[in-house]
């Protein structure tokens, strides 16, 4: 039989004169899905498929994606169990959920611990690919713009408050003796959880900027990173 690989009519099998003629449509299509179309195609068609996955995912993230009305972060020599870390993110849900509401707003958080801070290693500290990760990760958090809300250990509290990374906790009515950050492990909110740390937990707000405000959906999301700051801080 005739390989059809080399035939320049890709469609030659089906013609009432082909070297098929006498077999029947399904033997002819499988014979031509094999060796036609999956020969000189197979390339185009994976081409054509990441595309299609690559669109849908797109469109998916662009018009369908659910946000949190607050995301924030745990992250340096600070750590919580995941029991905690969802206790406080309920209570924060409560905050700013408003009253009457169906649904309870959604928060999101990370933990990033970048320390030991169990005892172990080197002077307490954990130099693993982990702790690197969630060093890189914070970095990442820094700079987009769904995560406000910033818990830190005072080393590196003080380290992005020097980069000017927060927002002076002033223009959201908070008073603080530092103009960038707030501690609060010696609060009654924090309190409650068994949040293990070195040399406290000091929490500090996004820079605003122009684009970020510019976003209704961004700017709603400082209004409730403030009132949650402003909350743990009544307690």
């Known amino acids: 039989m005739k390989e059809s690989r080399d035939s320049r009519d890709v469609f030659a099998v089906f013609k009432a004169d082909s070297f098929m003629k006498d077999a029947t449509f399904g033997e002819k299509l499988r014979y031509w899905f094999k060796n036609v179309y999956w020969y000189h195609f197979r390339v185009a068609t994976f081409a054509v498929i ?86 890189e990760k914070i970095t990442v958090t820094m700079a987009d713009d769904e995560v406000l809300l910033f818990f830190f250990d005072k080393k590196y509290i003080e380290w992005y408050a020097e980069q000017g990374a927060f927002e002076p906790l002033s223009s959201f009515g908070i008073e603080s003796e530092n103009e960038y950050f707030v501690r609060v492990d010696d609060t009654e909110f924090f309190k409650k959880y068994s949040l293990i740390d070195q040399n406290g937990i000091y929490a500090g707000i996004k820079l605003k900027t122009e684009g970020r405000m510019k976003n209704e959906r961004i700017a709603e999301k400082y209004e409730n990173a403030a009132h949650v700051l402003s909350g743990i801080l009544a307690k």
């Open 50 to 135: 990441l595309a299609v996955i690559f669109a849908v995912t797109f469109i998916s993230d662009v018009f369908f994606k659910e946000y949190n009305s607050l995301d924030y972060v745990v992250g340096g020599a600070v750590f919580g169990t995941t029991q905690d870390m969802r206790a406080i993110s309920d209570e924060f849900s409560a905050m700013i959920t408003p009253k009457g509401a169906e649904e309870n707003s959604k928060v999101g958080y990370q933990m990033l611990c970048t320390q030991s801070i169990m005892g172990t290693g080197v002077n307490g500290e954990a130099f693993d690919e982990g702790a690197q990760a969630n060093i």
